[in-house]
């Protein structure tokens, strides 16, 4: 009886799904998929929303580091090369461009923790994960420790 009332009273932000078909059951309160026959457990079915909705939620904060990135590994490219420039505290630009580097690099690699979203979920929701602009971050990050490295003291 529980999972009927689960079944008409649907809460979740995405909406419910076959386990096997992914077969959208919304305004459906059976027992069993119209489509594939198979028996639905609607806790089940409620517990794969919310896993898949947090996945999402995931996703768009490591989306949102990867915007973030490009800024980092600018403002540590202006230490390295203001103070290089200036002749001034040479040493300390080189180490603050290098720290602003690694999270430049490390704002690209959360990406790859984002968990792979089903299809029926991205036909609701559209985020994908910004896998080219992560790549480009950690190219900066790298590209960055290696001017921080390898600039020819002045
Ligand atoms: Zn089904």
Not at 15 to 31: A, R
Not at 121 to 134: L, Q, S, T
Request: proline content about 5%; overall charge neutral; charged content about 20%.
């Amino acid at each position: 009886m529980y999972s009927k009332y689960i079944g008409r009273d649907w809460s979740e932000k995405l909406p419910p799904v076959c386990p096997k078909c992914e077969y959208n059951l919304t305004g459906i309160s059976s027992e069993q998929c119209p489509e594939c026959g198979k028996t639905i457990y609607w806790l089940d079915v409620q517990s794969n929303a919310r896993n898949v909705y947090h996945a999402l939620n995931q996703t768009e904060d490591y989306n949102d580091l990867v915007d973030v990135g490009p800024y980092v590994g600018a403002a540590g490219t202006f230490f390295v090369l203001v103070f290089w420039i200036a002749r001034w505290a040479d040493g300390l630009g080189r180490v603050i461009g290098v720290v602003l580097a690694m999270l430049t690099i490390a704002s690209g690699m959360q990406i790859l923790r984002s968990k792979r979203v089903p299809a029926w979920a991205r036909d609701v929701v559209e985020v994908e994960p910004k896998y080219i602009k992560a790549v480009i971050n950690i190219s900066f990050g790298l590209a960055l420790i290696a001017i921080a490295i390898f600039l020819p003291s002045l």
